[in-house]
């Protein structure tokens, strides 16, 4: 009689009196014993780290390389630790990761412009003048409880695309930090404690007097807003979990393995801030738009993402951290399959890559595929017929949110009353496990 108890929680008096009869008391003092193992083992709550490759990188000296035919341009493509699966030679390092990636080949967007397709990938909606959507670190924040002393949403790199709550609110807007080579500003009071505690005392008193004389209809909620905001950053300012900012923690030769890059020490800041309990972290890395000499412009910026990528993929599964860690590495769109005569590689929504990784998806393994020989005319149908097995954008967002155990169906109301589901995309089955 095989009973698979898990925990002491599952452990009924009536299943065990009932399994008495079939189980000797050593079998039983086993079973009792691994429960115990097995609920004294804390799960690990669900983050997300999302590489944002600002400008739009090319899949062809990235993730999809076509070397030898009409389009692939100059790179070479190369072997990785996954079976079958090739890379650009600009990501010799990430190639050696690749057995820990799903690879998603066939992402479409209807969104050409870079600021609408940014707000298209970061969302996973289109720009919609009657409503501000969270980003996903806004969503991740706000389904997922409990986290860190410190913002559990932080975008590191931000420029002016650090995520945003939306219709959620302001208090699910990303942290924003730069490079964390130097120390976040203003986070530590610049006097003695007691002065500063009574400094603290004499804002609280001018903001409760000012509150007593309003007549606002939110006032009260204003007021406790307030007081919650103001409770928050004292919290961070006092917690421990600032140390997580200060990458130069870390050995000299794990700060090199990331790159000498403020887009490396974002990344290794990344995995210190999931270690404490952060939810999700951005780190961007601006740069891609090649309209001009695509060819050195992507090696350039490959030799700043691949070993940052790499080397936090690695130190994330060193860690135990990558099962409950889901690592997000693309840009807003593609770039063309035809070299324009500047040598550059324009937009191209019609067939480009995201790379995922961790939380308990597939290893190692590609989903759809772009043809070697694209037709390039404007008909949506025909350049539908350039992807196997496309994805929307709105795909990759409920696969992300499905992968981090969040309902991504589940319907919100905005503040106007409007209901919205938090995807209205499909998750991608073929790279879940």
């Known amino acids: 009689m095989n009973i698979d108890c898990g925990s002491h929680a599952h452990l009924s008096r009536r299943s065990l009196l009932q399994s008495a009869g079939a189980l000797s ?39 999809d390389p076509h070397a030898g035919t009409k389009y692939g341009g100059e790179v070479a493509a190369i072997d990785t630790t996954a079976r079958d699966v090739q890379i650009s030679e600009f990501l010799p390092q990430t190639a050696e990761q690749m057995h820990r990636v799903a690879l998603v080949r ?11 397709a940014f707000y298209n990938i970061q969302t996973g909606w289109r ?41 959620l609110g302001a208090k699910y807007d990303a942290f924003k930090v730069y490079d964390p080579a130097n120390k976040v500003p203003d986070i530590r009071p610049y ?48 917690s421990d979990q600032l140390a997580a900012f200060e990458v130069d923690k870390e050995s000299k030769a794990l700060r090199s393995q990331f790159g000498e890059t403020a887009f490396g020490r974002g990344c290794l800041a990344a995995a210190r801030l999931i270690e404490v309990g952060v939810r999700c972290v951005e780190v961007g890395l601006s740069g891609w738009d090649t309209h001009a000499d695509n060819h050195n412009g992507q090696r350039t910026q490959c030799e700043i ?56 998806l597939r290893q190692g393994i590609v989903h759809g595929a772009t043809s070697p020989d694209p037709k390039l005319d404007n008909k949506e149908k025909d350049l539908l017929t350039n992807v196997a097995d496309p994805v929307t954008v709105q795909d990759i967002h409920a696969t992300i949110l499905k992968a981090l155990e969040v309902r991504f169906e589940r319907e919100l109301i905005t503040p106007i009353g409007r209901p919205l589901k938090l995807s209205e995309g499909t998750p991608i089955e073929s790279i879940l496990s």
């Not at 115990?36 to 990188?57: D, F, H, M, T």
């Not at 479409?108 to 609408?116: A, F, L, N, P």
């Not at 609280?204 to 509150?211: A, G, K």
């Not at 936090?312 to 324009?340: H, M, W, Y």
Request: with cysteine; proline share 7%; charged share 25%.
């Open 106 to 116: 066939s992402v479409t967007s209807k969104e050409g412009d870079h600021q609408r």
């Open 305 to 360: 993402l691949d070993p940052a990528y790499a080397t936090l993929l690695q130190v994330l599964a060193d860690r135990d951290l990558l099962d409950s860690t889901l690592v997000v590495c693309g840009g807003e769109f593609g770039r063309t399959p035809k070299i324009n005569p500047v040598g550059g590689r324009d937009h191209w929504p019609h067939g480009f890559s995201i790379a995922l990784a961790g939380c308990g």
């Open 25 to 63: 008391m050593t079998a039983l003092a086993n079973q009792l014993a691994r429960g115990s193992e097995q609920s004294s083992k804390p799960v690990r709550p669900k983050s997300i780290i999302i590489l944002w490759l600002k400008g739009a990188p090319s899949q062809y000296e990235t993730f």
């Open 191 to 238: 006097v003695g404690e007691k002065r500063f505690q009574r400094r603290v005392d004499g804002l609280m008193d001018v903001v409760e007097s000012n509150f007593r004389k309003g007549r606002l209809r939110d006032l009260d909620r204003d007021r406790t807003l307030h007081g919650i905001a103001t409770k928050s950053a004292l919290t961070m300012m006092d």
């Open 127 to 167: 720009p919609d003048p009657t409503v501000v959507h969270p980003s996903i670190g806004s969503i991740v924040c706000h389904e997922l409880p409990g986290g860190a002393d410190i913002p559990r949403h932080i975008s590191i790199l931000p420029d002016n695309s650090a995520g945003r709550g939306g219709y």
